[in-house]
């Protein structure tokens, strides 16, 4: 079969199973197989694929149709300017968590030799594109899945940022090492009973640890705010994700950890989506 006709086959296939992003997946998942670009593929389409392209290609259609999400069929997601490993152990970076990147490299661009904790580093995607931008800024990650810092150190290791960055397999509460210049989080902030509703992408395949913030959906925000008062300069910033229906909620805890508010910055959808505040 030709690579024409595998992608039209499997797009098909895609968009029978409600898979909205049919005809791209399907370019994206043959560009794997057969270790070409999608310009390849565009440019020689009538090209005949192997009998082991085909059937692999074919597996990894099925997978998808499953609703196992792109990147942890590829094993990697773009984010900020640079290509992430991930798999099935971290949360796939979403690119409304690039504003907290943004802001960090906004407010803090004449800054040198400061030094950042992001708490629940996961893949790494926040902290790492920060210290690749930032050359003497220092990094600590800490996060309570080894298997995500296993993953995060592939990362730093494949941007040349491992020697300013320490990994810590700690839950936040036990955390004590150090005070930190700025503080940076995206913790899990969907309410537990709500998970279930989520798309078939993120429910059935992402990690419930890095999703579920417990019944209320601010139980691990308010942990990351406590511990963050106690690991924070005085004039510190912290830089948090949150839920679009949190902001106030997480205001109020801000304001009894003495922290002040700057700014809530929205994403594409126009959703309340990262607090900048100060600890004073």
Known sequence: MNIENA??????????????????????????????????????????????????????????????????????????????????????????????????????????????????VGSGCIILSILKEKKDFFGVGIDKSKKCLDVCNINALNLNVKNRVKLFNFNIDNFNYGKYDIILSNPPYIEKLKIKYLDKDVRNFEPKLALSGGLDGISEIRKVVRKSSELIKRNGKLFLEIGFDQKNKVKKILKKNGFKLNKVLKDLAKNDRCIVCTKI
């Open 7 to 120: 992608i039209k086959q499997a797009s098909k296939f895609l968009k029978k199973n409600n898979i909205y992003s049919f005809n791209l997946d399907s370019e994206i998942l043959m560009s794997k197989v057969i270790k070409k670009d999608r310009k390849y593929l565009i440019l020689n389409q009538k090209k005949q694929i192997k009998n082991s392209e085909l059937e692999q290609f074919q597996q990894l259609i099925n997978k998808r149709a499953k609703g196992k999400p792109i990147a942890y069929l590829t094993g990697k997601k773009n984010f900020w300017k640079y290509d992430f490993k991930v798999n099935e152990d971290v949360l796939i970076p979403r690119p409304e968590t690039e504003l907290i990147v943004e802001q960090v490299l906004k407010l803090y661009k004449n800054k040198f030799k400061l030094k950042i904790l992001d708490i629940g």
